[in-house]
């Protein structure tokens, strides 16, 4: 009776390894019918021109009814912008999204279109939540894509392009729009199509809880796949600014070293390349870089970059984890994010409903360093002499050592005034309104006169720079408030700061601000048209301080 069972046995042994090797193979042949993108398909010496993703969209939408892609808007050069709602169930309007009460979580590539690599980690993690492994996070949250923000840029691919940069050999394309427009430079003034479409339709309308932006850093030879910034500005919330760098990131930062062995850090470059000790520092606390942009709305935001001297598959993989390291926190922590935000909101609201002369935001701001020293790990600089020349200069060698230093990470406010109640415009401002509008701000039109005592500021200086950035010379304006009683007709308009995006109105009204609409120039015409016979000029946003009782509706 023993050999019929080890031979039973034997077959069991046999079907099972069969099955196994079945298995494999089904699953071989199941990723092979999957769509593939362009850096999949070459062995990533290449990367996705427009067509390529669209057509791996559609592909992916044909095998999943979780995938819906539609538009949000339309480049330049008349490209059509696609956004990928990833949900189950299937979702396709944002009221949808927020009856659903899921974390909405907004990722978006290429806005630097030779920066590819989010473009290709994009379009691989759509593919593997809709119809692969990781379905499971649409069990709490709802993913939103825009896999080639700066779709005319890409297409501009050339080998010459970031030359600096460890492939994909193909090439990639430009850093701007097709107007030359650095989109992450266009956050507050909307001037370029693409900005002005992300902006309404998916940060006024979908409004995500969450936006992850990637990019590709080639500053600072460091020991970092990957590093990664928060809003940097000190007008965010600050409980945003914190659950960011001392909840999510660190928890992040853990996962993509324990379990994908890459190391991250903090978004920086060494402030000397060639003595490291003397400090790491951060960029920009303006929100004109959407990072900080996206913090003054109340929002939860991450910065990615890849780093451009690893090779292009390794970038692509880097970021693919990152993003997906912060989808599975999102997933699993997304009431204590929503939390978050809702603390943000309801506190800027009442602090708007009744200002106290404490409740002040910056207007100048500079940059410090964390309390305590940190060790960044950096390529170890060796020098090398030139046989032509006979010139020393230092280089960084492969060996890889630990920098104690500062690491210049944040930012203060150096002068701060308190915030108004409210905005008065008259009502020949109605071009900055529909800045405002575009922005998601709350103003309301005057039905009935008002005459009210009110903080004007009057313009002593007008400084414009002398160089042109992104097509503008950029100013600034120095002055004074004076208190001033002033009639406002029927039709000029209040802006509440009762409103989340309080924060944000004060940032691109306030005359003394460093990124708002008179530093892009949009006030320009009004103040050379303006200027009174003492020198002066009268800046046409007024502060309110009193509650007001008049007549008013509220503008679309």
């Not at 960011?244 to 402030?271: C, E, S, W």
């Not at 002033?486 to 306030?510: C, D, H, K, R, W």
Request: with cysteine; proline share 6%.
């Amino acid at each position: 009776m023993t050999r019929p069972v080890r031979k039973s046995r034997c077959w069991l042994s046999l079907l099972l390894i069969g099955s196994l090797f079945g298995g494999a193979a089904f699953e071989a042949e199941r990723q092979e019918s999957q769509p593939q993108s362009r850096a999949e398909r070459t062995n990533y010496t290449e990367t996705s021109r427009y067509q390529d993703v669209m057509d791996f969209l559609a592909a992916v939408q044909r095998l999943n009814d979780r995938v819906q892609v539609t538009s949000f808007g339309t480049t330049s050069e008349g490209r059509a912008l696609p956004l990928v709602i990833v949900a189950d169930p299937p979702v396709y309007q944002p009221r949808q999204a927020l009856a659903s009460g899921k974390l909405i979580v907004f990722v978006m590539g290429n806005i630097h279109a030779g920066e590819v690599e989010g473009k290709e980690a994009c379009l691989h993690l759509i593919r593997d939540i809709a119809i692969g492994p990781l379905r499971s996070l649409l069990n709490d949250l709802i993913v939103l894509v825009a896999p080639i923000y700066n779709a005319d840029g890409n297409e501009r691919i050339s080998t010459e392009n970031r030359p600096d940069q460890k492939g994909p050999v193909g090439g990639v394309g430009i850093r701007t729009n097709a107007r030359e427009l650095d989109l992450n430079r266009d956050f507050m003034k909307l001037e370029s199509p693409e900005a002005n479409a992300l902006v309404r339709q998916i940060f006024n309308r979908w409004d995500p809880h969450l936006t992850v932006d990637l990019h590709t850093t080639n500053g600072s030879h460091h020991g970092y796949a990957l590093t990664y910034a928060p809003p940097l500005n000190p007008n965010s919330h600050p409980a945003v600014i914190a659950y960011l760098r001392q909840t999510m990131l660190p928890a992040i930062t853990r996962v993509m070293d324990q379990r994908y062995h890459y190391k991250t850090y903090f978004y920086g470059n060494f402030i000397d390349p060639h003595n490291p000790s003397k400090g790491w520092a951060t960029f920009d606390h303006r929100p004109r870089f959407g990072n900080n942009y996206l913090g003054l709305r109340n929002r939860l935001t991450i910065l990615s970059e890849a780093y451009a001297y690893n090779d292009f598959r390794t970038r692509v993989d880097a970021t693919q984890k990152f993003v997906l390291s912060i989808l599975e926190f999102s997933a699993h922590h997304a009431s204590q994010m929503r939390e978050v935000i809702q603390r943000a909101e309801r506190e800027t609201i009442a602090r708007g409903l009744a200002p106290k002369p404490s409740d002040q935001l910056g207007l100048v701001f500079g940059i410090k360093p964390l309390d305590q020293p940190v060790e960044i790990l950096a390529n170890k600089v060796v020098a090398e002499t030139d046989p032509r020349t006979g010139q020393t200069t230092d280089r960084p060698s492969a060996e890889m050592v630990t920098y104690r230093t500062q690491d210049f990470g944040l930012f203060e406010a150096t002068k701060k005034i308190p915030l108004p109640r409210a905005y008065l415009l008259p009502r020949d401002q109605r071009p900055i309104v529909d800045k405002l509008l575009a922005h998601g701000i709350v103003v309301e039109e005057l039905t009935e006169p008002l005459t009210v005592e009110v903080e004007a500021f009057i313009v002593q200086e007008v400084k414009r720079a002398s160089r042109p950035f992104q097509g503008h010379h950029e100013t600034s304006l120095r002055g004074a408030f004076q208190n001033q009683r002033i009639e406002f007709p029927a039709g000029s308009f209040l802006v509440p700061m009762a409103q989340p995006n309080a924060n944000l109105t004060f940032y691109l009204l306030e005359a003394e601000s460093d990124d708002g609409l008179v530093n892009w120039n949009v006030f320009d015409e009004y103040l050379t048209a303006h200027r009174r016979a003492d020198d002066t000029i009268v800046y046409p946003v007024y502060r309110l301080h009193q509650a007001v009782a008049v007549a008013r509706r509220v503008l679309d």
